[in-house]
């Protein structure tokens, strides 16, 4: 039992060894950004700092403090993923506007974000995001 045997946080309605715990442990399973998208929303939901940090683009990784966003990803409680749109510009670039939902200090909020994800060593990688 645990988390392995639970249905997937990225909502796609599998398990989570059947879905985003592939990509957790080879990035490289990632086919498109909104997988890794997905995968990346479930590290915060299960705090898989090395995940966040592997699978952020090198040139934009000092953006990311793997401590700062454990203690905040813990301090929370994830409640879903709600993908906008997905858009693939090129074959290494990609955006997700998405919302993820989850509640601190008892209130219901959420990141509202329009990501930018690029290939790097040929896997998807988040890369940074768009004003909105
Ligand atoms: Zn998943």
């Not at 796609?12 to 997905?38: K, P, Q, T, V, W």
């Not at 329009?114 to 790097?120: Q, R, Y």
Request: charged fraction near 20%; glycine fraction near 4%.
């Amino acid at each position: 039992m645990g988390v392995y045997s639970q249905i997937c946080p990225c909502g796609s309605g599998s398990s989570y060894i059947d879905c985003c715990e592939r990509i957790h442990n080879n990035i490289n399973l990632a086919n498109n950004a909104l997988e890794l998208m997905r995968s990346r929303y479930v590290a915060f939901v299960y705090q898989n700092g090395d995940f966040l940090e592997l699978s952020h683009h090198p040139s934009t990784r000092s953006n990311f403090s793997k401590r700062k966003t454990m203690k905040w990803a813990k301090s929370v409680n994830w409640l879903k993923l709600e993908i906008i749109s997905f858009s693939e510009l090129t074959e290494v670039n990609a955006t997700v506007l998405f919302k993820a939902f989850y509640i601190e200090k008892g209130k219901i909020e959420f990141i509202y974000e329009h990501s930018t994800f690029t290939k790097d060593l040929g896997h998807w990688t988040y890369f940074d995001y768009l004003s909105i």
